[in-house]
């Protein structure tokens, strides 16, 4: 998770979030040189003291800044489309869990069995127990298997919200009415937050997202043990 004076991202727990970070530093990389080349041509042109005629008009040189110029927004525009697709592709999913947005909190249901679901609430400050996180901690987490497709099915009863994981690479608007859905592989255990991000209402700041990836055992067990209880 984030932790205090971060600058970068939070450390990627699935492979899409890996690939978001090597096209974020790839980017950058390209920003990063252009931004130096600039400096130096506007400190080159302030501090000559002479004029090259063939710079001032050549065809050439209106090539190169021309045809450069396409090279590099294709060369950053090729890994984003890619990105973007593999974002978009959710094939064979091993569990299905409906998140539905409310003021404020979660509601999640696992629609592969036939009475899995809860709310899930914050914790307040003066219940949390030591070690626990101040408004990111919940009193029902949402479980899932590691190293397993997982499609989130994201919808909202009252107004706009938005499930958002960053460490999973993950976000999705949750529209009333409408049913948006997205896919992860967590691919480690651990436990991951977020937050709503979509301003909602007056508590907007304290309905958080808590995921637990455990191995497909543990799951099994917790699910085992959620249908008797319920």
């Known amino acids: 998770m984030a932790h205090p004076s971060q600058l970068g991202f939070q450390d990627a727990a699935s492979p899409l979030m890996e690939e978001l970070l090597h096209f974020h530093d790839h980017a950058l990389m390209i920003v990063f040189l252009i931004s130096v080349l600039v400096l130096y041509i506007i400190v080159a042109m302030v501090t000559a003291k002479v004029t090259n005629m063939f710079i001032l008009d050549s065809q050439e040189i209106e090539i190169v800044w021309t045809v450069l110029p396409a090279a590099i927004l294709i060369l950053i525009a090729l890994p984003s ?60 987490r949402m479980v899932v298997p590691m190293e397993s497709p997982v499609r989130v099915l994201v919808t909202a009863e009252d107004v706009l919200h938005s499930w958002a994981v960053p460490a999973l690479g993950v976000k999705m608007d949750a529209v009333p009415g409408r049913l948006n859905q997205t896919a992860f592989i967590a691919a480690r255990p651990g436990v991951y937050y977020g937050q709503c991000s979509e301003i909602c209402g007056a508590n907007h700041s304290f309905m958080p997202i808590v995921v637990e990836a455990v191995p497909l055992q543990h799951f099994e067990n917790w699910s085992s043990m959620m249908l008797e209880d319920a």
């Open 81 to 140: 489309l890619r990105i973007l697709y593999l974002m978009d592709e959710i094939n064979d999913p091993h569990l299905t869990i409906k998140a539905i947005g409310h003021q404020w909190y979660w509601s999640y249901e696992y629609t592969d069995y036939e009475d899995l679901g809860f709310d899930s609430y914050m914790i307040p400050t003066q219940d949390l127990a030591p070690g626990q996180f101040r408004l990111l901690e919940t009193d029902h």
